[in-house]
């Protein structure tokens, strides 16, 4: 009998270590076209991905951020606003544990659009971050143009956000916390009210981190 | 011998038994304060626990904790008024400051009650059924 536990546990090992050697590559998100191109006389088909296009907003420092800054640093993105009173502080939560794991490394930002610029001017934003504890380079609240802010998310992000004057707030918007690699491509999409997803999120960033630098597709 | 032993066991049986029903009863007061404190919990969950946490830890300088219990204790009777309307300005919660803004919840006085037991009474707090009545009656003080 101890015999045969003993095998099975040998067994159960041995496939927990086969599991965890296998490398897992997070999906890519968004459209995609092929191209196909003619060189040397091969023909070689590409796959073009949807890619967050340029864009340019102001921090809670007042300095300008644009896609430049996030050029290969992999980042994630959250659409919010600092007078919600549904769901934001239980993302902004979670999204603290994101903030408190990468804090100290240079290629991961978080990037926190809020979405009633009219309200949360910088000084706003600045007056946020610090009652949540943020400090330097590595989380920042943007403002930008309502326009600029709702196409980036629905057309970009695919989070949908709208004004809603019938819920609490006047907004209503998505948690989601959207991942977007060091090509700017999106890789996963998490809901930032839910602690599981953002542990998942913490660990799929560690799995981006490790990825091999593709070469980028003009 | 037998006897003895069937005799000894059915008293201990019987002295079990009655103890059991001594237990299993309740005074009025704890039942009315169980099913303050078990609505309340759901109420919790739905209306307050996003910002002020599964805990009532709050979130950092932004959103205050709901673990100061002589805060609790001196405002006894306008926490109704403040679950009920919101709150404005500032309010010093353990030695911080908190200024944002608390949004009005529009609960029902006896949902008030439910969720004002639940929370003076969890996260370390200890201050027993704040009734239906005594809901009704402060908010009719509020300023």
Redesign the interface.
Known sequence: MKKLAGAIAVILLWNACKFNSEKKTLPIYGNRTPITKVVNGQTTTDTIYQTIPAFKFIDQYGDSINNKNLDGKIYVADFFFT?C???C??M??NMLDVYNTFKNTNDVKILSYTIDPKHDSVAVLKK?A????ITGNSWWFLQGKKDDTYRLAEKNYLVAVKPDSTV??GYIHQGYFVLIDKKSRIRGAYDG?KPDEVKQLIADIKTLKSEPDQPAVK | MKLKIIGSISIILFVLTVTGMFTSCQSDEEIEFKRYYSSGSLVYQTKC???H?THGEG?????PPLTDSNYLKINKKSLACIVKYGLRGEINIKNKIFQ??M?PTGLAPIEIANVLTYVTNSFGNKSGTITNQQVEEDLAGCK
């Not at chain 2, 979130?59 to 959103?63: E, M, Q, V």
């Open positions: 007078t009173p549904s769901i502080p239980i902004q939560r946020y610090d009652k949540l504890g609490a707030g009210t | 626990q996003n910002c946490g979130l950092l300088r932004l959103i944002e803004k949004p």
